[in-house]
């Protein structure tokens, strides 16, 4: 767990804010029990982990649905790194990702047994049901304020310039499928550095996110996730 960093973390996380019931959006006809398989591809094409999301419980809230997810990360020698549950609504044909729920209950528990005081604050992601090529999408952000023994450290992540680039057909070992193409960057500001990384997501209807593509700086690829199995 502790080598797998914020950025990573909300990369993961980004796969299941497109989740929706088939009233409220076009992406990821919601049951319960469904499950999605990613497979995670350093630069060099070889894999370096795992990624499972089940779909363990979606109920109303007032007016919007709410969903809960499970997400079982492996390494690349198939040891479980990280697992969590989290949350998104859906309303009014917007999926929300609840900010709060970003961070692994895991990492969460780890820092609080270590003394650590936190407050976490942000927007949530939001994509709407209905996307268009050269369509702007609100920004996001999260940032969690840590303090311990009168030394404070803030850890954030901003995800802007969040557009729908285009469309095309998409071909993984799950099968072949029309996405739409969404780009963003993503800044990560820790200890006084920032990271930046320009990332780029496929998402198809009634399946969702099809693959992932995250960049560095300098535009050179720098890991890819693509979906290898799902059920439903």
Same mark, same amino acid.
């Given at each position: 767990m502790k080598n797998i960093s914020l950025t990573v973390i909300l990369s993961l996380l980004f796969?299941?804010?497109?989740?929706? $019931?088939?009233?409220?959006?076009?992406?990821y006809p919601l049951k319960e029990g469904s499950t999605f398989e990613y497979t995670n591809l350093d630069k060099k094409g070889k894999v370096d982990g795992t990624i499972n999301y089940l779909i363990s419980e979606v109920r109303s809230v007032g007016t919007a649905t709410a969903a809960?997810?499970?997400?079982k990360f492996k390494d690349?020698? /198939?040891? $479980?790194?990280?697992?969590?549950?989290?949350?998104?609504?859906?309303?009014? /044909?917007i999926v929300k990702l609840d900010y709060?729920?970003?961070?692994?209950s895991q990492m969460m528990k780890q820092y609080t047994e270590m003394g650590l005081e936190m407050d976490i604050s942000g927007t949530d992601i939001e994509i709407p049901n209905d996307l268009n090529v050269g369509q702007e999408l609100p920004d996001a952000n999260v940032?969690?304020?840590?303090?311990?023994s009168g030394i404070n450290m803030n850890v954030s992540v901003d995800r802007t310039n969040r557009k729908?680039?285009?469309?095309?057909?998409?071909?993984?070992?799950?099968?072949?499928?029309?996405c739409y193409i969404l780009s963003e960057l993503n800044t990560s500001k820790a200890m006084g550095a920032n990271i930046e990384f320009q990332t780029k997501t496929w998402l198809a209807e009634g399946v969702g996110m099809i693959k992932s593509e995250t960049?560095?700086?300098? /535009?050179?690829?720098?890991?890819?996730?693509?979906?290898t199995k799902y059920s439903k």
């Open positions: 796969i299941g804010v497109s989740f929706a $019931q088939e009233s409220c959006s076009k992406f809960t997810f499970n997400l690349k020698k /198939g040891k $479980q790194a990280f697992e969590t549950d989290y949350t998104f609504s859906c309303e009014n /044909g709060e729920s970003l961070f692994p940032t969690m304020a840590m303090s311990m729908v680039e285009n469309k095309e057909s998409v071909t993984t070992s799950a099968g072949t499928f029309d960049y560095k700086k300098n /535009g050179n690829l720098e890991n890819k996730m693509e979906l």
